[in-house]
Every structure is written in structure tokens, then in C-alpha cells.
């Protein structure tokens, strides 16, 4: 069992969250939460659905509409999935370290996305250095 485990019926995550069942309903049907549904369409949600209904409701109180929330909860997403490449692009790097030292794996191409830089490819470097002088001088 983890924080992803689907435990609670909707009267217990109701509950648990501080809110009316019909609003956990709402919620659902405007994805901000989804929680398992069971072969007989009953929803289930975890402590991770509780936690994020528990965020909702704080958003809720400071002033936010649910499309902010919305937004807001799909911003935290993306960057815990960002969050959760770095560290895979660490493990892999350090993999490939102990493995191989010194030798480059990854390299930011132009818009700084990653690139896997294959065994025995180099990668065109740009080492380009420009100098501005707002004024010049006369002679």
C-alpha cells in the first residue's frame, strides 16, 4: 500500500477532505480529481486524491476559481513529472560515470532540451563571443 492506493468510498473521502460528496462528484467530472473507479463504477480515491482535494479547498479559500485550480494543479504536475526526469537523467548519468569516467552522455541542444549523445558522435559545439561597445571612439 502506498498514497496511490484507492481505500476511501466518497462518504469517507468527503470526510476526510471537509467536503460535501456532491462537490468530490463536481470535482471529478471537471478533472481535477480522478479518482479508481471499482467494477461497479464506485469511486475510490487514495490519500493522494485526499491530500489534493485538502489543496483544492485551501486554493478555494484564498479567492482562486476552479479554472485557476485547475491550472495551478496542472502546473504542480508537470513539475513533479520534470522533477522526476532530472532525477532519472542523474541516475543515468551516474550510472554511465562509474561505468565509463569521463566521457560525456548528455548534452542541452539549442532550446535546452537533453540530448543522449551516442558513443563515439561529437557534438557541434558554438563557442561563438561577441563584443559590443555602445560607443566608438573618433580619431
Do not use: C
Not at 478533472?31 to 491530500?51: E, F
Not at 495551478?72 to 513533479?80: F, K, S
Amino acid at each position: 500500500m502506498n498514497e496511490h492506493t484507492p481505500l476511501f468510498a466518497i462518504a469517507v473521502a468527503a470526510e476526510l477532505s471537509g467536503m460535501h460528496p456532491q462537490t468530490l462528484r463536481q470535482y471529478d467530472r471537471l478533472g481535477l480529481v480522478s479518482p479508481t473507479r471499482t467494477v461497479g463504477k464506485s469511486r475510490r480515491y487514495s490519500m493522494r486524491d485526499i491530500a489534493r482535494l485538502r489543496e483544492i479547498a485551501a486554493l478555494s479559500a484564498e479567492g482562486l476559481n476552479l479554472e485557476g485550480i485547475r491550472r495551478i494543479l496542472q502546473l504542480e504536475d508537470e513539475t513533479a513529472a520534470l522533477r522526476a526526469r532530472v532525477k532519472e537523467l542523474e541516475s543515468a548519468l551516474a550510472d554511465e560515470l562509474l561505468a565509463r569516467p569521463g566521457r560525456r552522455v548528455f548534452a542541452a541542444g539549442a532550446q535546452g532540451e537533453v540530448i543522449t549523445i551516442t558513443p563515439g558522435t561529437r557534438v557541434r559545439r558554438r563557442n561563438q563571443l561577441v563584443l559590443w561597445s555602445g560607443h566608438q571612439e573618433r580619431g
